[in-house]
Nanobody, 113 residues
């Protein structure tokens, strides 16, 4: 079982920057993928960015060039720059290893115009 605790949500002005972090604890398999998903109001949850334990990254087209995902063994970070109102969402941390999938509780990011 893996537990994920997110931090860093808040209110940000459009054009600004903000960072999120997520700490994983529990039985962490060495080979894994950690990532961030988001769910805007009234919409489905979508992938924002993911990073493997080997450092390979993947980004949604909508955030490429603005967001950067990074990690160490147990913590994943999301640096968000040039934020837009459409980035407003609940952001969820995700951990995947084999058949093991865990989610954080979610943290709200609101970008004001």
């Amino acid at each position: 079982q893996v537990q994920l605790v997110e931090s860093g949500g808040g209110l940000v002005q459009a054009g600004g920057s903000h960072g999120l972090s997520c700490v994983a604890s529990g039985s962490l398999l060495t080979i894994n993928i950690m990532g961030w998903y988001r769910q805007p109001p009234g919409k489905q949850r979508e992938l924002v960015a993911a990073i493997t334990s080997g450092g390979i990254t993947d980004y949604a087209d909508s955030v490429k060039g603005r967001f950067t995902i990074s990690r160490d063994k147990t913590t994943v970070y999301l640096q968000m720059n040039s934020l837009k109102p459409e980035d407003t969402a609940v952001y969820y941390c995700n951990f995947r290893a084999g058949l093991q999938i865990s989610w954080g509780q979610g943290t709200q990011v609101t970008v004001s115009s």
